[in-house]
């Protein structure tokens, strides 16, 4: 018998009676288990109000960051939108109210050029010698910004060529800024982006656009030049959509904190005196796809390598502040391994438990906004939009740590919801506690210890009993739901839970599966002592009532 097994048990009367039977393990203790003795309870202790949060998290956390070249793949079009996509983006709404944001730029943002003759929406070539992945010559169609059309109450970034800068490159960018405007009109236009990591343009792999004289200042100039010329085309296109509380940018995008261009001399040269930046976007990957060493246990489920990763984007927003800098700071594109992810790291149930560690880190740490970057065919993907001869079209491993992080969260349009940080002494543990309105609302435990079920088939998965103490307030039922699948290598059957998000079960939308626990109950005794059984490479996210 699989020593999974316990877990499989059907569980839904469970959410009902306190006292019915709780899946067990082999060793006998169960999944949610009763009060633990207060004797060797090592018990984490979860204080009532948050001390030390990142502060109140705005609405749409949970963003993503499209490729642009596979924008209407992952869209579709006026004539055939994908509603599949459309599903996988209502069901994050569920949890956190609103939509994810979806920023629409990428490499293939700076290789874009405009042809009004095209009848598809992007004509692509590749050279394979700079990337198997993606287009790096690109033409759009006007059927390009039908994309922006298909997905309801959807708020989108759309991101400009910068890197292009010929006349006749500059004539083609400054062409789709009435279609850009029209596109995003009625409440769609989030805001604009100019430019994807320019920090790169002196050193890309993927060729060099300036030169290595080109410095902040220029950068800065150019910047606010394209700017400048972009409003005055869309006074003339899309007159209501160049107030001050329209014409908005995110900015400068930057690959990373330390590459050939700093960031903060960036915002000292000037960046924003128009004060038409709203938000400070950086890009942040753990390590990249082919970099040697790389191991799911040592580079993701790893939450000492998060905290690493997160702390240098942590250091450069409190630079930037003190050089005067006040607006908010997000990751505007961000994934596990760059250059598309790995098979085997990023495509398995252990990255999307990296994904939830990395989300809610970035919470409580002060980060407003997570846009974990997709494209199709990306290893990396939370989903693939399209059937293609390379990846069979379906929800992906990564996606169910997007739902599980928008649980976490809850209901953002309300307002008042802060992730504080909760330290553990292993690498391989995170735990974050989830307040709204000033009152403990949820606990989340990530157990990142690595169970590949293909290697360890025959052997036990093991748990470990996680003991809380959390406000006696909170005393009474508490409910359970998991991110599950039966190992960290897992591909497919992944839930959270009990619900599936696959394709082939309900195009996207929930379902709950009969053969998974959910809603599971734990007891929180007088005391405000629980305890909650995590199987190693799963999640539990504990609703609390307090
Ligand atoms: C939780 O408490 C139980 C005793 O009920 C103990 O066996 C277990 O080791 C504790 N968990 C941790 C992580 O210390
Ligand atoms: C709309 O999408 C369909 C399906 O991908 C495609 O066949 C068609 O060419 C697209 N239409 C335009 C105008 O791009
Ligand atoms: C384009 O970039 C070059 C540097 O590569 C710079 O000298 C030139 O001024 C830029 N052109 C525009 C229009 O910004
Ligand atoms: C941008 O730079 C070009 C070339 O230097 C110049 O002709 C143009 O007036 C500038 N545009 C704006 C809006 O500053
Ligand atoms: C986890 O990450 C830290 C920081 O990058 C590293 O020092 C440590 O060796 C990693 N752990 C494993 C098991 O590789
Ligand atoms: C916070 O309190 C306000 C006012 O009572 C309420 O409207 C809102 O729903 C609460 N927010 C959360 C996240 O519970
Ligand atoms: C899981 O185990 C299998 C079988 O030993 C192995 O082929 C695979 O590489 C492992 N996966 C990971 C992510 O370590
Ligand atoms: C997960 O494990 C169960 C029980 O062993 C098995 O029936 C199921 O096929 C497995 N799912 C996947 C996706 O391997
Ligand atoms: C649950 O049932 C589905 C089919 O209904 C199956 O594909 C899946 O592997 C099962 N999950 C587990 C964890 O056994």
Not at 201 to 210: C, E, L, P, V
Not at 262 to 277: F, H
Request: hydrophobic share 40%.
């Amino acid at each position: 018998m699989s020593l999974f097994q316990p877990l499989l048990f059907i569980t839904a009367a469970l959410s009902t009676v306190v006292s019915a039977q709780k899946p067990t393990f082999a060793d006998g203790t169960s999944l949610a288990s009763p009060v633990p003795r207060p004797t060797d309870l090592n018990a984490i202790s979860v204080s009532a109000t948050p001390s030390n949060s990142g502060g109140a998290i705005p609405e749409s956390f949970v963003s993503y960051s499209i490729e642009f070249a596979f924008f209407p793949d992952f869209a579709g079009n006026s004539s055939q939108p994908n509603d599949f996509s459309n599903n996988l983006l209502e069901s994050v709404r569920e949890y956190m109210g609103t939509k994810p944001y979806i920023r629409v730029g990428g490499n293939t943002q700076d290789y874009a050029l405009y042809d009004a003759s095209l009848d598809v929406a992007t004509n692509g070539i590749y050279i394979p010698s700079i990337s198997t992945d993606y287009p790096v010559i690109l033409s759009i169609g006007p059927s390009f910004f039908e994309s922006y059309s298909t997905w309801p109450d959807t708020k989108f970034i759309h991101g400009f060529n910068l890197a292009k800068n010929t006349t006749a490159a500059r004539e083609s960018l400054l062409t789709t800024v009435p279609l850009a405007c029209k596109a995003l009109s009625d409440g769609k236009l989030l805001y604009w982006e100019l430019g994807n990591e320019p920090d790169l343009y002196k050193t890309s792999a993927q060729g060099h656009t300036r030169p290595p004289s080109w410095d902040e200042s220029d950068f800065v100039t150019e910047w606010k030049n394209g700017t400048a010329a972009i409003k005055d085309t869309m006074a003339n296109a899309c007159p209501d959509m160049v107030s001050a509380s329209m014409f908005q940018w995110i900015a400068p995008s930057f690959a990373g904190t330390s590459n050939s261009l700093n960031p903060i001399t960036t915002w000292k040269d000037g960046l924003d005196t128009a004060s038409d930046i709203v938000l400070f976007s950086s890009h942040n990957y753990i390590g990249s796809a082919t970099q040697p060493g790389i191991t799911l246990q040592g580079t993701l489920m790893n939450h000492t390598s998060t905290v690493t990763s997160v702390s240098k984007q942590n250091a450069e927003a409190n630079a930037l502040a003190t050089a005067g800098m006040t607006i908010p700071f997000i990751l505007g594109e961000t994934n596990s391994l760059s250059n598309e992810g790995t098979p085997g790291l990023s495509n398995v149930f252990g990255a999307a438990l990296w994904g939830v560690d990395l989300s809610l880190y970035c919470a409580a740490t002060g980060i407003k906004r997570v846009h974990m970057h997709q494209g199709t065919n990306y290893r990396y993907q939370s989903w693939q939009p399209i059937e293609t001869d390379k990846t069979s079209m379906g929800t992906k491993a990564p996606f169910y740590g997007n739902v599980a992080v928008a649980a976490s969260l809850g209901d953002l349009t309300a307002g008042g919801v802060e992730v504080q940080h909760i330290p553990m002494s292993k690498e391989t543990e995170a735990v974050y506690a989830i307040y709204a309105n000033n009152t403990l609302a949820r606990v989340m435990v990530i157990n990142m210890m690595e169970y590949n079920y293909t290697a360890e088939s025959t052997n036990t998965r093991p748990h470990v009993a996680y003991n809380f103490t959390v406000p006696t307030s909170c005393a009474g039922n508490g409910i359970v739901q998991r991110l599950l699948a039966n190992g960290s290598d897992a591909i497919t059957g992944i839930t959270f839970n009990g619900r599936s998000y696959n394709y082939e079960v309900a195009q996207g939308k929930a379902h709950i599966m009969g053969n998974v626990t959910k809603d599971e109950i734990v007891w929180v005794g007088k005391d405000g002592i629980f305890s909650v059984n995590v199987p190693w490479s799963s999640a539990a996210l504990v609703q609390l009532s307090c």
